[in-house]
């Protein structure tokens, strides 16, 4: 008991009459990364909200440290020593870094004003026992992403928080980055800190977690030593059935002896794209990888509209197009899958029914007037087509999980029937199960003759479903690989950081 610092007992939770949560054990030890994995919609943010005192349980226990507590809201929790860093940051860029540590909790002097160099001071200490050096006065908007997830930890260590809650914590930092995170992690379990590792990446949860616990369908389905699972156990125990890998590579005949779908040359931007030259020739998964600001983000968004081209010219089947915006992209048969789906690709507050006909409006509209009957057709295929899992498609599309909301993203886009399909992140924040699913729609579409052209962190995925790679580097591609020249990932990670340039050129 003395080396638990959580234990949750037989926790159940309804909303709404359907239990989501059913009698669920979870405990983590201090010094330890308990990884808790499952599905979209398996309990996992459930669980954590009622540790965290946003939900109070229906049935159940919660013990701290040995003592039973009753969690009434986040503050109660974080008096107790329990914090969460989510996904999405909640900082404010526009601050410094020492103002976003003590956001609401400001120091101040004798007389009651602030004491900015206090904050200073106590925030560089904080660092220093992260092992990373900061000025905790620049302003958090002129760093990289990194430090936006230190900040988040150097808050939460500064209302000593014993027990840290990470979601997806990885989600928004390259390699390099992530690598840091990790040894960072472990150096505050060294500290007696207990970490509770949320993640859909199943190659992090074996490089970082001491135990792994799987909830499926709001149950639990094990608690087990990392040391004793495979990863294809723990596939298995988060899907509910053995899968054949769907992350290996198989080699694919893309007709390059046509011309190319899509021809891009010189293409500059501001501020930060010089001279971006590819092609994508049909029935094509061509990859983009590189580190953070490398520049693959900001080239999907001027080829979709997005972002405006000082020079250079687009070329779409064989014939050259103006992209001055998203309709412009839309009709040359372009679409795009941005990279944060809740900010960019979805109304969240409007139901799926109109998130997924949003760019079709034309179709089912005449003088004016929108056809419901055909508007609902469409809808409904569209649901069916991607296997998006909703009882109701009036439903709020900021109910469905992450994974569902994504396959949402991608049905709408889907349905302007597109031959140039752009992905960001496609697969972030989903599940493995879900994550198969996607990474088979993009290689249907290149089998149907689509373009893809697929930016991910994730290089095993790059790895698994791309037949060429461009590797980008200052607002440039760097080098161009075919996939067959790409040894493993280590070759591809060494490419990224500049090193290990192959003479395989495309």
């Not at 769907?246 to 794209?273: M, Y």
């Not at 373009?451 to 991910?456: A, Y």
Request: aromatic share 4%; proline share 3%.
């Amino acid at each position: 008991m003395a080396d638990v610092a959580v234990r949750m007992t037989g926790i159940s939770k309804s909303f709404s009459g359907v239990r989501v949560l059913d009698g669920v054990d979870f405990e983590v030890r201090r010094g330890e990364v308990h990884a808790l994995a499952g599905g979209n919609g398996a309990g996992k943010s459930t669980l954590m909200k009622i540790l965290r005192g946003v939900y109070q349980p229906d049935d159940g226990t919660i013990e701290i440290e040995g003592d039973s507590v009753r969690l009434t809201s986040s503050q109660d929790a974080m008096s107790r020593g329990i914090a969460m860093i989510f996904q999405e940051f909640s900082v404010v860029p526009t601050l410094t870094v020492a103002q976003n540590v003590f956001l609401t909790r400001e120091r101040r002097g004798a007389l009651g004003l602030l004491d900015d160099r206090a904050s200073a001071s106590r925030t560089k200490d904080l660092f220093a026992q992260m092992g990373v050096t900061v000025d905790p006065d620049r302003r958090l908007e002129d760093l990289s992403t990194a430090f936006w997830q230190l900040t988040e930890i150097a808050k939460a260590r500064s209302q000593d928080a014993r027990v840290l809650i990470m979601d997806e914590p990885t989600a928004s930092l390259a390699k390099d980055e992530a690598d840091h995170l990790f040894e960072l992690i472990r150096s505050l379990t060294g500290q007696g800190i207990a970490i509770v590792y949320i993640s859909h990446r199943i190659e992090e949860i074996f490089r970082v977690a001491d135990r792994v616990t799987v909830l499926r369908d709001g149950r639990l389905v094990a608690t087990t030593a990392a040391a004793n699972l495979s990863a294809e156990d723990l596939v298995e125990q988060i899907v509910g059935r053995r899968m054949e890998s769907a992350l290996e590579w198989t080699p694919r005949d893309v007709k390059r002896d046509e011309g190319p779908l899509l021809e891009v040359r010189d293409l500059h931007v501001k501020p930060r794209l010089r001279g971006i030259s590819l092609d994508l020739h049909r029935g094509e998964i061509l990859g983009l990888a590189g580190l953070m600001g490398s520049g693959r983000t900001e080239t999907v968004r001027a080829l979709f509209g997005i972002d405006p081209i000082q020079s250079g010219t687009i070329k779409v089947r064989g014939r050259e197009v103006a992209i001055k915006n998203s309709h412009d992209a839309i009709a040359a048969g372009i679409s795009l899958v941005p990279e944060d789906r809740r900010l960019q690709g979805l109304v969240l507050e409007h139901s799926v029914r109109n998130n997924l006909l949003l760019p079709l409006l034309g179709r089912f509209s005449k003088g004016g007037w929108l056809n419901d009957a055909k508007g609902d057709r469409i809808a409904a295929k569209l649901v069916a087509d991607l296997n998006v899992k909703v009882a109701n498609v009036d439903r709020p599309v900021q109910l469905l999980s992450g994974g569902n909301q994504q396959k949402v993203v991608l049905a709408k886009w889907m349905g302007t029937e597109p031959d140039i399909i752009l992905m960001d992140e496609p697969t972030a924040g989903v599940d493995i199960g879900t994550k198969v699913e996607i990474v088979g729609m993009i290689r249907a579409l290149a089998d149907a003759g689509k373009g893809v052209i697929l930016i991910s962190s994730e290089f095993p995925e790059l790895l698994a479903v791309c037949d060429r790679v461009l590797v980008f580097r200052d607002g440039s591609v760097d080098q161009s690989l075919m996939r067959n020249d790409i040894a493993d990932e280590d070759t591809l990670h060494l490419a990224v950081q500049g090193f290990g340039r192959t003479a395989a050129h495309a």
